[in-house]
Nanobody, 119 residues
Framework: QVPLVESGGGLVQAGGSLRLSCTAS????????MDWFRQAPGKEREFVAD????????HYADHVKGRFTISRDNAKNTVYLQMNNLKPDDTALYSC????????????WGQGTQVTVSS
């Protein structure tokens, strides 16, 4: 069973919105900090956002602040990434990852969902 599965990607016009989901089959999902990363073709993977175990603390990369919102529902073992006012530069493969709060190493990664923003 794949531990993390992303969904919700697709093709959208600039200025549009998408909501990504990452559903975990990890029994201890609520123990993990959840991160979203993205990787565009020919570029390094970059951090997008993270959310604490309770959902009370979030962080965003500067390039998505004010446009993206991360949230989680521990009862559903799911973390979300609401993306508004999308730009062509947001085009990338978006992946979620799980880590313990005191660890920078991720225990689990999803396979990613493709987001393509047309101009």
């Amino acid at each position: 069973q794949v531990p993390l599965v992303e969904s919700g990607g697709g093709l959208v016009q600039a200025g549009g919105s998408l909501r990504l989901s990452c559903t975990a089959s990890i029994r201890t999902f609520s123990f993990y900090v959840m991160d979203w990363f993205r990787q565009a073709p020919g570029k390094e993977r970059e951090f997008v956002a993270d959310i604490s175990t309770s959902g009370g603390t979030v962080h965003y990369a500067d390039h998505v602040k004010g446009r993206f919102t991360i949230s989680r529902d521990n009862a559903k073992n799911t973390v979300y990434l609401q993306m508004n006012n999308l730009k062509p530069d947001d085009t990338a493969l978006y992946s979620c990852a799980a880590r313990y709060e005191t660890d920078s190493r991720h225990d689990y990664w999803g396979q990613g969902t493709q987001v393509t923003v047309s101009s």
